[in-house]
């Protein structure tokens, strides 16, 4: 019965996934491997909802003991930090908002040519209707030129700033990242070149909020002092994104230093 279980279990989220990518590729268009990653799960998963007792007769033989244990503390282990890093996604995300803060920093997403992404227009609204409550903060928009993108994401979040009636000198444009570590390195280099900036003061971080933790972690890896104000994530893309945010923060903790 509970092999039977297994097996529907096995099926229903190998469908999922595949099922995901297909979706999230008709909705997104980009294909990278985070947009790719469940489709890749969700057919392991029917392989071996299917071809498993093939594979164990074959690969894991009880000449091959040792390596069964192995995938199987692998599998736990996989499992175990897959449960704890996405608690942490989830619940570590809004942060209380001191009353004095004269910097925000948005983190870019990716264009569709020269237009904001929908993910990034998310992130840059939240942004307008901040600076528009507070008329002395100055943004950092941050984001390089990528793949398929006829600008830098700094420039167009910067457009759609000034035609929503912010001030050009009020923004502060971060060309050169590639990365969430680049995005906060490069930001602190220019906030440092700012009159009266202190490293210790709250710097407002907008990002999605499946993004906020690592971004919070990296942000402090530079010296900043990060205040999470996070934007929402569409529907479709949740998991998706989740998925990948687990493979991006072990790459973080390991490698971004």
Do not use: C
């Given at each position: 019965?509970?092999?039977k279980?297994?097996?529907i279990?096995f099926?229903?989220l190998?469908?999922?996934g595949?099922?995901?990518?297909?979706?999230?590729?008709?909705?997104?268009?980009g294909?990278?491997?985070?947009?790719?990653?469940?489709?890749?799960?969700?057919?392991?998963?029917?392989?071996?909802?299917?071809?498993?007792?093939?594979?164990?007769?074959?690969?894991?033989?009880?000449?091959?003991?040792?390596?069964r244990?192995?995938?199987?503390?692998?599998?736990?282990?996989?499992?175990?930090?897959?449960?704890?890093?996405?608690?942490?996604?989830?619940?570590?995300?809004?942060?209380?908002v001191?009353?004095?803060?004269?910097?925000?920093?948005?983190?870019?997403?990716?264009?569709?040519?020269?237009?904001?992404?929908?993910?990034?227009?998310?992130?840059?609204?939240?942004?307008?209707?901040i600076?528009?409550?507070?008329?002395?903060?100055?943004?950092?928009?941050?984001?390089?030129?990528?793949?398929?993108?006829?600008?830098?994401?700094a420039?167009?979040?910067?457009?759609y700033?000034?035609?929503?009636?912010?001030?050009?000198?009020?923004?502060?444009?971060?060309?050169?990242?590639?990365?969430?570590?680049?995005?906060?390195?490069y930001?602190r280099?220019?906030?440092?070149?700012?009159?009266?900036?202190?490293?210790?003061?709250?710097?407002?971080?907008?990002?999605?909020?499946?993004?906020?933790?690592?971004?919070?972690?990296?942000?402090?890896?530079?010296?900043?002092?990060?205040?999470?104000?996070?934007?929402?994530?569409?529907?479709?893309?949740r998991?998706?994104?989740?998925?990948r945010?687990?493979?991006?923060?072990?790459?973080?903790?390991?490698?971004?230093?």
């Amino acid at each position: 019965m509970e092999n039977k279980r297994a097996s529907i279990v096995f099926v229903l989220l190998g469908w999922v996934g595949i099922l995901d990518t297909i979706f999230v590729l008709g909705f997104n268009g980009g294909i990278n491997l985070g947009t790719l990653l469940p489709g890749i799960l969700g057919a392991a998963m029917l392989l071996w909802r299917f071809k498993g007792n093939y594979l164990k007769r074959h690969f894991l033989k009880d000449r091959f003991i040792w390596l069964r244990r192995f995938v199987r503390l692998g599998i736990l282990t996989l499992l175990a930090s897959f449960l704890l890093i996405e608690s942490l996604l989830l619940y570590n995300t809004q942060d209380p908002v001191p009353n004095q803060v004269d910097y925000l920093i948005i983190l870019g997403a990716g264009l569709n040519g020269d237009k904001l992404s929908w993910t990034l227009w998310e992130r840059v609204d939240r942004g307008l209707k901040i600076l528009q409550d507070n008329r002395d903060m100055r943004v950092v928009v941050s984001g390089g030129k990528g793949p398929g993108e006829w600008i830098t994401e700094a420039e167009a979040m910067q457009r759609y700033l000034v035609e929503q009636g912010i001030a050009k000198e009020r923004i502060i444009k971060e060309e050169r990242a590639t990365s969430t570590m680049e995005n906060f390195r490069y930001s602190r280099e220019l906030l440092g070149q700012q009159p009266g900036y202190e490293p210790a003061e709250p710097v407002l971080v907008i990002t999605n909020d499946f993004h906020m933790f690592r971004s919070k972690i990296l942000a402090k890896r530079n010296g900043l002092n990060p205040v999470g104000v996070p934007s929402a994530t569409p529907w479709y893309l949740r998991p998706n994104v989740y998925l990948r945010e687990y493979f991006a923060v072990v790459k973080s903790l390991i490698f971004d230093r």
